[in-house]
């Protein structure tokens, strides 16, 4: 069997603006530790994986900057794609780029795909790695799609949910049957989820034998499915190598994709699923709050990064983010707000509200202020 990671890194950050921008989006930031979210990715995934069978599926903004960051990464196995279509299609176009890679050496069958992605939080990496095992030991002896599933320790909002069943092994009581996917619940939801004691947060890993998931896609997005062999064809033709050309011949396919996610398009249809329940600590790098978890903070619960002074400041994250000498940032009888300052820009939003910040850099795109994205 041969095992291959798709890191799935396209994603443009919005609820981490203005540090997130289009040419350095979150996952080539800082914000666990002293390296970006990608390389942290990367750096678990080799646990498992070695680094040449790990590919990086991203966009032709972001191309060049992951390229310039990942410096010891195989220039060869980062592929941008022509245009945004979030991840069904990303991942179709990630498979036939797959298959004509591997194709000639190893049936499908014995291709072992693992999906990851490129803004979490996880520790210890030794647990990860053994879920990860599990994943793909019950993947290649079952012609099924796993996915990883996060124990809940807050009923939170932002995240999917997966309802599951009965556990299909007795002793460990790790790997279950998934009843459905659950979109982001209101409040109250999201509390009876907890309650209940079989949901689990959607972590967005997914593991397939490759035969397995063409069989899924041809009977659930056929629309998708009907393209993976055409773009197969081109990656071949061109030796799996990017370039212009490549990009010019894919341009029309990728154009006629449908924008879903995988979620919609596949795993909420499929009866052909099972969740391995999660062996360590995760959390999604999502937007602001989530250094609220990840970060250390001050006496009085503040996440308090850059040259900043805090008085009377309790609950808050202020995140000074400028290059400028001595720009010093000042909060005074503040609570529960989140404060980020950039060279250009500056965010001041309650905490509970970090959510909508996406919709800062939207007004920014109608109002054709590109210089802030």
């Not at 999660?278 to 999502?286: P, V």
């Not at 308090?304 to 808050?316: A, P």
């Amino acid at each position: 069997m041969k095992k291959i990671a798709i890191l799935l890194a396209g994603g443009s950050g919005e609820r981490f603006w203005p540090v997130s921008r289009l040419k350095k989006p979150k996952q080539l930031l800082p914000l666990n530790s002293n390296k970006p979210l990608i390389e942290e990715a990367i750096e678990r995934i080799t646990t498992v994986i070695p680094l040449n069978d790990i590919y990086i599926f991203t966009n032709l903004i972001t191309y060049e900057p992951i390229k310039e960051v990942l410096h010891y990464f195989p220039k060869e196995n980062i592929i941008p794609e022509p245009l945004k279509r979030n991840t069904a299609p990303a991942l179709a176009y990630a498979m036939s780029f797959i298959l004509s890679k591997y194709g000639q050496q190893y049936k499908n069958e014995e291709i072992l795909v693992g999906v990851f992605t490129s803004d979490q939080k996880i520790d210890p990496i030794d647990k990860f790695q053994q879920t990860i095992e599990v994943a793909f030991e019950y993947v290649s002896k079952n012609p099924k799609i796993a996915t990883i599933g996060i124990v809940p320790t807050r009923p939170d909002t932002a995240f999917g949910y997966i309802e599951v069943g009965n556990a299909l092994d007795s002793e460990t009581k790790i790997l279950y049957e998934v009843q459905r996917f659950r979109e982001k619940p209101d409040f109250e939801t999201a509390k009876k989820y907890i309650e209940q004691g079989n949901y689990y947060w959607n972590s967005g890993m997914f593991f397939w034998r490759l035969d397995t998931f063409l069989y899924e896609s041809q009977r659930y997005m056929p629309l998708i499915f009907e393209k993976i062999f055409s773009l197969k064809a081109i990656f071949e033709e061109y030796k799996n190598f990017y370039t212009d050309q490549i990009i010019e011949k894919i341009l029309p396919i990728f154009d006629s994709f449908p924008d879903i996610s995988i979620d919609y398009a596949l795993m909420e249809k499929t009866k052909n699923i099972v969740l391995v329940k999660s062996q360590f600590d995760w959390d999604d790098i999502g937007s602001w709050d989530a250094l609220d978890r990840t970060k250390q903070k001050d006496g009085n619960g503040n996440v308090n990064f850059g040259n900043n002074l805090l008085i009377e400041t309790s609950n808050s994250i202020v995140f000074n983010n400028t290059t400028c000498d001595g720009l010093k940032v000042c909060l005074v009888g503040m609570e529960n707000v989140v404060v980020v300052v950039t060279n250009d820009a500056v965010l001041v939003c309650a905490k509970e509200q970090v959510q909508k910040v996406k919709k800062c850099v939207e007004e920014l795109k109608k109002n054709s202020e590109d210089k802030y994205l």
